[in-house]
C-alpha cells in the first residue's frame, strides 16, 4: 500500500518538479551550506489530499524550496500548494506562496521564520584583516549557480548568508518583522508589557528561541 501511494504521490506532483542539472563544481568538503540540515533525512510530507509521505529532504535556505534526490538528481518540489505541511527531524515547515516557512509556534497568532539566503563571495582582503565583497550578481553569474543549480555543492570561494525574517499570522493576514521596533509596532496595544519583558528577559530578536519566548508571552497576553 505504501508503495502505491508512493507512486500516486510521485506521478501527481511529476509535473510540479523541476530537475536541478549536476555539474562538476564541489568544493574541497562538498559542503553544502544552503541546506537547513547536513543531509538529506526521512521526513513526513502530508498532502492536502491526505496522502501521507516519506521521501528524504532537505531545505534550501537560498531557494527556499523543499529539495530531494533521484536518480542522482536533484529536485525541487516547485508546486508548494499541494502540500499541507512536511516534517523534518521534528521540524515543521508549511508552504506559503512559492516558499517553505518554518513553524514556530502552532497556536494563533502563528509564529513563522522565512529563511531568506544569499550565495556571496567570501570576500577578498583588502588589509588590516579586512575583507571586501564585490558585486553576486557578477560572480554567480562566473560560477553558473544560477536556477536550480542553487542545490549543488558550493564553490569554495563562496558563503551563504542567511538573514531570518518572522512573520506573524493574524486574522487579517500575515505581517512580517526583523526586529524589535517592528514587532511592537504589530502590537501596540501591548507595547509597554512587551517592551518590558524585552528588557528583563534580556530579548534578541536575532535568536530563534527568543522570539519564540517573547511571542508566547505575547499570547498569552490575550488569554
Known amino acids: 500500500m505504501q508503495t502505491s501511494l508512493l507512486v500516486k504521490y510521485i506521478v501527481a ?3 510540479a518538479l523541476i530537475p536541478a542539472l549536476l555539474n562538476s563544481q564541489t568544493t ?5 551550506p544552503q541546506y537547513y540540515f547536513q543531509e538529506f533525512n526521512m521526513s513526513k510530507v502530508i498532502m492536502k489530499n491526505g496522502q501521507v509521505q516519506t521521501p528524504n529532504l532537505n531545505y534550501n535556505t537560498v531557494t527556499e524550496k523543499m529539495v530531494f534526490i533521484r536518480d542522482g538528481k536533484y529536485y525541487d518540489i516547485s508546486n508548494p500548494g499541494m502540500v499541507d505541511t512536511v516534517i523534518i527531524r521534528d521540524v515543521k515547515f508549511i508552504p506559503v506562496g512559492d516558499a ?3 513553524v514556530l509556534i502552532a497556536s494563533e497568532p502563528t509564529l513563522l521564520l522565512q529563511y531568506k539566503g544569499e550565495i556571496l563571495p567570501a570576500g577578498k582582503p583588502v588589509g588590516y584583516g579586512g575583507t571586501s565583497q564585490l558585486s553576486s550578481s557578477v560572480y554567480l ?8 543549480r542553487y542545490n549543488l555543492p558550493i564553490p569554495s570561494d563562496y558563503i551563504v548568508k542567511v538573514e531570518p525574517v518572522y512573520w506573524i499570522r493574524k486574522p487579517d493576514g500575515l505581517a512580517s518583522f526583523i526586529n524589535e521596533k517592528q514587532f511592537l509596532s504589530l502590537f501596540q496595544d501591548k507595547s509597554d508589557l512587551l517592551k518590558n519583558f524585552i528588557r528583563k528577559n534580556r530579548i534578541k530578536i536575532d535568536r530563534k528561541e527568543h522570539v519564540i519566548k517573547l511571542v508566547n508571552y505575547c499570547n498569552s497576553l490575550a488569554e
Do not use: N, R
Not at 28 to 32: A, C, H, I, L, N
Not at 141 to 148: A, E, P, T
Open 100 to 102: 517553505f516557512y518554518e
Open 13 to 15: 506532483i511529476s509535473t
Open 28 to 32: 574541497s568538503d562538498g559542503s553544502m
Open 141 to 148: 553569474s562566473s560560477v553558473d549557480l544560477s536556477s536550480g
